[in-house]
């Protein structure tokens, strides 16, 4: 059978940008189908690309089927041939990233020594130039006796990462890198899947998945009982096993907001963190055995009582969760300060570590789409980052879009309040784009700022997604403005947000 593949997999397969394969897609070269391609229709179109030739191939599938695995190339059967060269073809990348930096740093290096040699210096100098001469002499010494280590444990790592089991999930067709240090299902919701789960500590059963083929090993304890049926098919565990070799799980995912359970959960305050005039960033932290199950982009109810009063009624609010599925046991909200808003100033005022706080939800179906193929726009309003920051730590684990560019506007520099984590994106990401927007606290003004930040850097927005987090009536005005400058009105996704508690529009 032939295999399919996302449209990321199949770009890092064949070495191109995703968005020459959406090309190829708009000119009806490639048949795309739920979200996938398949291989043989990718080779097809891209008949020159330089991947494995069909050598390689015959080389790989005869690995997968000696290797100490005995991977079937059925679906149900391990990894493919295609994952295994998705990793060799990564590494390769990232070996030629560093070489090449490497060499630019020698020839920074050398010209610098040179002009060492070169430089004409007055007497009255001389002590001083000598000083910095044996400063970068003994610092250029140092750093050749690092490089004598750093480059074989730099090796070992990767071959660690290359050797570590790959887990594919059916019917989804998603997989990811399992550690052996982790269990399965960390190692999925690291990945950015939502898998279902529920005590996390091996007694209600939730994240139970069937093994379809491969090996597991029990990790932690588990007192939930398989019946003989699940026995006999061979049902795990994922919160109690981890992966020793590449392994096949059937299992079901939430795909939409409606496929997330409501909860409560009573939480521990772990952080309150002022960090701006105008905001606080609430940290709490979930039991082991109770972790919240949510979608990136969704809201949830906090509920918390005074310890000064305690016969005073619960203070109730709904906030954005701002950080991502992956870290379910983390939970970070941004919480705007504002004098007549109860639960802001409970929080500023009277909070204490390891007080107890409800969360009730999650709410909201302002989510990532998965299956869309298209490069990603966020737009944030003021504390409307909190979702959106979210969905971008989301969307980075899922490693699913070609480009993500973020515009965070605010008519207050100080509401840029996590300014510098979304520049250290900019600078550490290669596909990532962070743009600042001042602008006044006018409707117009905010609409007219943006419009025309995003025509002056994008020619056009036919392959875009935009997730805007932002005031209600702004939204509105938004959203016949981006569908004239060419969005499918379905590719805009819009949460409405007021005093810094969120809606859905």
């Known amino acids: 059978m032939d295999r399919h593949l996302s449209l990321s997999q199949a770009a890092r397969l064949i070495g191109v940008k995703r968005g020459d394969i959406q090309k190829k897609i708009q000119e009806n070269k490639l048949t795309v189908m739920e979200g996938t391609v398949v291989l043989s229709d990718l080779k097809n179109a891209f008949p020159d690309a330089i991947y494995e030739d069909n050598t390689m191939v015959e080389k790989m599938e005869k690995f997968m089927k000696d290797a100490v695995h005995k991977m079937a190339q059925s679906e149900r059967e391990g990894a493919h041939v295609d994952s295994l060269s998705r990793r060799i073809v990564r590494l390769n990348k990232e070996l030629s990233e560093e070489r090449n930096r490497a060499d630019q740093f020698e020839e920074l290096i050398d010209g610098l020594k040179q002009k060492f040699m070169d430089l004409k210096i ?290 207050k520099v100080e509401n840029h309040y996590l300014d510098n984590l979304c520049r250290s994106w900019n600078d550490a990401l290669d596909n990532f784009t962070y743009t600042r927007i001042m602008c006044e606290a006018k409707t117009d003004v905010v609409a007219d700022s943006l419009m025309q930040h995003i025509h002056n850097e994008h020619s056009h927005l036919l392959n875009f997604d935009l997730y805007i987090a932002a005031p209600g009536h702004l939204n509105h005005l938004l959203k016949p403005l981006l569908i004239s400058h060419g969005i499918k009105a379905q590719n805009t996704h819009f949460e409405s947000i007021f005093h810094g508690q969120e809606v859905q529009d």
Request: charge should be negative; glycine fraction near 4%.
């Open 122 to 411: 007055n007497a009255s100098h001389e002590n001083t130039f000598n000083e910095i001469k044996t400063w970068f002499n003994m610092a250029i010494h140092n750093l050749k006796e690092e490089q004598l280590t750093t480059p074989i444990e730099s090796l070992e790592n990767q071959i660690k990462q290359f050797m570590l089991p790959h887990v594919r999930l059916l019917p989804s067709r998603h997989d990811f890198i399992s550690d052996k240090s982790e269990t399965l299902l960390e190692s999925a919701l690291r990945s950015g899947l939502a898998v279902d789960y529920g005590c996390n500590n091996g007694k209600c059963g939730k994240c139970k998945a069937k093994l379809l083929s491969g090996s597991v090993e029990k990790t932690l304890h588990q007192d939930y009982v398989f019946s003989e049926s699940e026995k006999s098919q061979g049902y795990i565990l994922t919160c109690s096993n981890t992966a020793i070799t590449d392994i096949t799980l059937e299992t079901e995912e939430a795909v939409c907001s409606d496929d997330i359970p409501l909860q409560t959960i009573i939480t521990k305050v772990k952080k309150v963190q002022k960090v701006s005039d105008n905001v606080m960033v609430l940290t709490v932290k979930t039991p082991r055995s109770q972790r919240l199950r949510f979608l990136a982009g969704q809201h949830i109810e906090l509920s918390i009582k005074s310890q000064e009063d305690k016969q005073q009624a619960a203070v109730i609010a709904e906030y954005s969760i701002a950080s991502c599925p992956c870290e379910p046991a983390n939970l970070e909200f941004h919480i705007p300060v504002s004098a007549d808003e109860p639960f802001a100033n409970l929080i500023r005022d009277n909070l204490k570590i390891n007080q107890n706080l409800t969360l009730k939800g999650p709410h909201g179906s302002f989510v990532l789409d998965e299956d869309s193929p298209n490069s990603l726009i966020f737009v944030a309003w003021d504390t409307g980052f909190a979702p959106i920051k979210s969905l971008i730590e989301h969307a980075m684990s899922l490693e699913q879009a070609e480009t993500i560019h973020l515009y965070w506007m605010t008519s």
